[in-house]
């Protein structure tokens, strides 16, 4: 099935964030786990939404 053009623009979106996040972490010196890196891919493939990915992370570092 091919994605409609607003499925690939939120893709994209996602994608950017997401690395933005990431390039921020580093910058204040903090490694992203594999773990959180694979959620934050199912993430913007669109296999979970933004709570699954908070929800996620949160219970990984015992926040939740």
Not at 3 to 26: D, F, P, Q, Y
Not at 33 to 62: F, H, P, W
Request: proline share 0%; glycine share 6%.
């Amino acid at each position: 099935m091919e994605r409609t053009g607003a499925e690939l623009e939120t893709t994209a979106v996602r994608a950017k964030n997401v690395e933005a996040a990431i390039h921020s972490a580093e910058i204040e010196g903090l490694r992203i786990s594999k773990a959180t890196l694979t959620d934050a891919n199912a993430y913007v493939a669109g296999t979970i939404d933004s709570t699954e990915l908070v929800d996620r992370v949160r219970t990984r570092y015992g926040l939740s």
